[in-house]
């Protein structure tokens, strides 16, 4: 192993994440990628048993899916930003994302903090890593 992947290797390894989605098997697939890839995940199907069970300033990133029966990726992300206004957060969607009420949390995140479900493993790795490593959140950029 050369020196660079090396060092991406060891990057990687402290990147701490945080994955919400209410389907077992993608959670459990997002789970298995990600630590094969280096980070380390806590998961939950279940948006209220995560907001619970959240550590502060613990997480480079969450990422969540939009539509759960419970509580939805969009009033989970307004709750985990009262618990920890600089944690960085993405989405996931299978279908088509509608702006309405949530409009003031697609004005503030780029567009590449949402993330279009099936995606490819390399794929995911690829968007996760630029998000971790992405400078400071421009508000209203796209």
Same mark, same amino acid.
């Given at each position: 192993?050369?020196?660079? !992947?090396?060092? &991406?290797?060891?990057?990687?390894?402290?990147?701490?994440?945080? /994955? /919400?989605?209410?389907?077992?098997?993608?959670?459990?697939?997002?789970? &298995?990628?990600?630590?094969?890839?280096?980070? &380390?995940?806590?998961?939950?199907?279940?948006?209220? /048993?995560?907001?619970?069970?959240?550590?502060?300033?613990? $997480?480079?990133?969450?990422?969540?899916?939009? !539509?759960?029966?419970?509580?939805?990726?969009?009033?989970?992300?307004?709750?985990?930003?009262?618990?920890?206004?600089?944690?960085?957060?993405?989405?996931?969607?299978?279908?088509?994302?509608?702006?309405?009420?949530?409009?003031?949390?697609?004005?503030?995140?780029?567009?590449? $903090?949402?993330?279009? !479900?099936?995606?490819?493993?390399?794929?995911?790795?690829?968007?996760?890593?630029?998000?971790?490593?992405?400078?400071?959140?421009?508000?209203?950029?796209?």
């Amino acid at each position: 192993m050369d020196g660079e !992947k090396r060092h &991406k290797s060891r990057v990687l390894m402290s990147r701490r994440l945080l /994955v /919400v989605d209410d389907e077992p098997d993608i959670n459990t697939t997002l789970e &298995k990628v990600l630590e094969q890839n280096g980070f &380390k995940v806590d998961s939950y199907d279940c948006p209220l /048993v995560a907001l619970d069970n959240f550590k502060p300033c613990y $997480y480079d990133l969450a990422i969540l899916d939009i !539509k759960m029966p419970e509580m939805n990726g969009f009033s989970c992300y307004r709750e985990f930003k009262k618990l920890d206004k600089n944690l960085r957060i993405c989405f996931l969607t299978a279908g088509e994302m509608y702006y309405g009420v949530y409009s003031d949390i697609f004005s503030s995140l780029p567009v590449n $903090y949402f993330i279009r !479900k099936p995606i490819g493993n390399e794929e995911l790795i690829k968007r996760v890593d630029e998000i971790i490593n992405d400078g400071p959140i421009q508000i209203g950029s796209k």
